[in-house]
């Protein structure tokens, strides 16, 4: 194994979360008895040790050669490298179908030595280096065929030709097995450019967007104004409405009062005209237990009212202080009040004349008076009251 006293030719200060570009740890010179002590390398790197004919054996963890081995093979030199999975991401250019643009590829990948002895033997020391200048290689003439614009389209078609058949993998000449994509993407002016365009697109589009939707705010405001004024409208019309048919009510029950009215009034004419008759019998519908009171007081009313025109007519027919064509007219109209009340039965009157008439006599005639002849200037024409012209 190799002898730690000596000192490596070359060394890197590396563990196991340090981000690597070379695989190879340290490089040690091995002298035909360096295998007196033992390695204390790491389990997980390979060893690869170089022969006097050139060539490299490799020795994949956990594996080591024995002393014997080591010893009949006759080693000059051990690498240690590491098999570990280092991820890596990086930006490469690439050129478009106009050459003051290009294209800016990110590539994201991971790399790890599968075939020790193939890498050793290859000679590169920069594995992120080698792989993307191969992937700028495969991918320059392809780029070319396209617009900046499209950089989807030569993206697709860079994917297309860098894993397709026929194509080998990605860092196998160097015995690396590698895990790769990759994005075609516009440069950062480009890009900016594009952001400007597309924040002025979105400013527009906002303002657009406010004007069109405060457009249809103040439609819909105007549309709830109109509406509220039709409401209100029709409120007022209702209440128009309403109040009309209230007024056309109170003119309906103002003429109906004043038909009411009209009636008492035609009502209490009558009333006055014809007497006390009427007033009794508006009693007696609400009192009829007073009937025989009713009946009593139209008898007294009655013969009072009776006695007063026999008075007044024997008055009329006693006295002789007017001559006689004056008295003619009372004179007729006594006589047929007389002839009225005669031809009246009054109730509780037996049948006859009243007792105040005894003293009446039996003839009574228009002749005149035994006092004397007419007058010179008593009228030859008819009566006053229209009746025939008397007797001389």
């Given amino acids: 194994m190799p002898d730690l006293r000596r000192p490596p030719d070359w060394q890197q200060p590396a563990d196991r979360h340090t981000p690597l570009i070379d695989p190879v740890i340290t490089v040690r010179q091995l002298s035909r008895f360096g295998f007196a002590r ?9 060893l690869v040790f170089s ?26 030199a051990v690498y240690e490298v590491d098999m570990g999975v280092h991820p890596h991401q990086a930006d490469i250019p690439l050129p478009s179908d106009n050459d003051a643009f290009e294209f800016t590829a990110t590539v994201e990948l991971s790399w790890q030595v599968m075939e020790p002895a193939v890498f050793v033997a290859s000679g590169h020391r920069d594995v992120p280096a080698l792989l993307l200048s191969e992937l700028q290689q495969a991918a320059r003439t392809l780029t070319r065929r396209f617009a900046l614009d499209d950089s989807a389209g030569a993206e697709a078609d860079l994917l297309r030709a860098l894993t397709g058949p026929g194509r080998g993998r990605l860092g196998e000449t160097a015995g690396l097995k590698v895990v790769w994509t990759l994005r075609v993407r516009r440069n950062e002016q480009e890009i900016e450019h594009e952001r400007r365009l597309q924040s002025i697109g979105h400013a527009s589009s906002e303002q657009i967007r406010t004007e069109q939707l405060g457009m249809r705010y103040d439609e819909e405001l105007d549309r709830r104004g109109r509406q509220q004024d039709e409401l209100q409208l029709g409120r007022t019309m209702e209440y128009e409405r309403r109040d009309h048919e209230v007024a056309i009510q109170r003119t309906h029950q103002q003429i109906e009062l004043q038909r009411l009215a009209a009636e008492k009034i035609a009502f209490y004419q009558k009333y006055l005209e014809e007497g006390g008759v009427v007033a009794w019998a508006m009693h007696l519908a609400e009192h009829q237990e007073d009937s025989q009171l009713v009946i009593n007081s139209m008898r007294e009313d009655q013969f009072r009212s009776l006695q007063a025109t026999l008075e007044l007519a024997r008055d009329l027919l006693s006295k002789g202080n007017a001559e006689d064509y004056e008295l003619e007219g009372p004179r007729r109209m006594a006589l047929d009040a007389v002839v009225e009340i005669f031809s009246r039965q009054m109730p509780g009157v037996p049948g006859g004349r009243p007792s105040g008439l005894a003293d009446w006599p039996q003839d009574l005639s228009l002749t005149k008076r035994d006092s004397g002849p007419t007058s010179s200037h008593e009228p030859s024409g008819p009566a006053a009251d229209g009746s025939p012209e008397s007797d001389a």
């Fill in 51 to 76: 022969t006097s004919k050139g060539t490299y054996d490799a020795y994949l963890p956990p594996r080591r050669p024995s002393r014997g081995e080591a010893a009949g093979k006759r080693y000059t």
């Fill in 38 to 46: 033992k390695s204390l390398t790491r389990i997980d790197h390979a």
